[in-house]
């Protein structure tokens, strides 16, 4: 059913691309003869998922005009395809699975708010926390990762759903068993840190970023330094225990200002 939806978009698309061809011609000959010197740009943001429903003779040239028309039907081929994947995430075969989780973050990692609008991020973060608690599977735990933080970077507000992922990331840091893995959840924890700070530091976040500080990259060990930076701006008396025992660490990296420059921000 999927796939006969998808070849009758395409047909719609390309019978949609030939008419629109034809309406424009014209319009390209008035204006290149009163204005030889106009030129159009590409949007940069013209997700890769798009092109290939072109036709291969299609004159790139007409894409600038084309993408206004054609963003309706493309929201349409995007919430296809990220079903598509959705299935694939949630399919029982691993190799379906990185497949999908692969192309997930290639269509997030080129996207934007514009771009992703009709994105199902309430469906796929499940799919994507599912898949970072495969132990035995270092590269669909570390995909999935990937997918989360392009997610928070490609859509901001998706971080409040994102947050759910919080416990799952923390355990990535708990008990190391893929360092890429590991700094890959610090990553994802550092961009939920700017809004949610509250909830990894009520979740004990702050001692499990670091706990294993030493054995990271120097940029992952600025990320768990800029968490527990977010963690510390705002914290109430109550909350000063979840802190505690990690005050010896952080004042031995207060002698560090060049290579840990992110934790003078708690002294402020």
């Known amino acids: 059913m999927l796939k006969f939806c998808m070849l009758f978009l395409l047909c719609i698309l ?34 890769s998922v798009f092109l290939p429903y072109l036709p291969p003779s299609f004159p790139p040239s007409l894409l600038p005009f084309l993408f206004p028309l054609l963003s309706p039907l493309f929201f349409i081929l995007l919430c296809s395809k990220a079903q598509q994947l959705l299935q694939g995430l949630q399919a029982s075969d691993e190799s379906q699975q990185l497949q999908a989780v692969i192309e997930m973050c290639q269509l997030l990692v080129m996207g934007n708010e514009e771009t992703l609008g009709g994105f199902p991020v309430k469906s796929v973060v499940p799919a994507l926390i599912t898949l970072l608690q495969m132990e035995h599977n270092f590269d669909i735990m570390n995909h999935a990762c990937r997918a989360l933080t392009y997610m928070m970077e490609a859509l901001p507000r998706s971080s409040a759903v994102v947050v759910d992922a919080i416990p799952v990331f923390l355990e990535k840091l708990q008990v190391i068993q893929c360092i890429d893995v590991a700094e890959q959840a610090l990553t994802a924890l550092e961009m939920l840190s700017r ?68 934790i003078l921000h708690i002294m402020k």
């Open 14 to 47: 390309r019978l949609f691309l030939f008419l629109s061809f034809l309406s424009l011609l014209f319009f390209f000959s008035f204006s290149l003869c009163f204005s030889p010197s106009l030129s159009f740009s590409l949007p940069p943001s013209l997700p």
């Open 195 to 262: 809004r949610h700070s509250k909830a990894i530091l009520q979740a004990g976040g702050l001692a499990d970023c670091l706990l294993y500080l030493e054995f990271f990259s120097i940029n992952a060990q600025r990320n768990a330094l800029a968490i527990a930076a977010n963690c510390c701006q705002s914290i109430t008396p109550d909350e000063f225990h979840f802190v505690a025992d990690s005050l010896p660490l952080l004042t031995q990296r207060l002698t560090h200002q060049v290579k840990y420059e992110p």
